[in-house]
Nanobody
């Protein structure tokens, strides 16, 4: 099982990034997909989630209207489009696959997002 994130980097405040997470080794379409983020010395916080078929999305209040989660089950990939980025969005972003009924969850290795001028 692998989840491989990409698309992180350094961006100026107000800029945009699109994170991608490619899954392999499991039935991607059966899993709800989530993006978490973590800053040094703090826990990992859920940022956005999308159900297995993509019909429902949820976001934390601080990113609503700026971030968009989407998925392409044919390509086993989930995305996080981040617009109007702020310095407080700086974190390591992790992709998570979660199948609650089966009790299975998988994590990617994380990708650094730094918002700074």
């Amino acid at each position: 099982v692998q989840l491989v994130e990409s698309g992180g980097g350094l961006v100026q405040p107000g800029g945009s990034l699109r994170l991608s997470c490619a899954g392999s080794g499991f039935t991607f379409s059966m899993y709800n997909m989530n993006w978490y983020r973590q800053t040094p010395g703090k826990g990992r916080d859920l940022v956005a989630s999308i159900t297995s078929a993509g019909g429902t999305t949820n976001y934390i209040d601080s990113v609503k209207g700026r971030f968009t989660i989407s998925r392409d089950n044919a390509k086993n990939t989930v995305f996080l489009k981040m617009d109007s980025l702020k310095p407080e969005d700086t974190a390591v972003y992790y992709c998570n696959a979660n199948w609650i009924l089966a009790g299975r969850t998988y994590w990617g290795q994380g990708t650094q997002v730094t918002v700074s001028s």
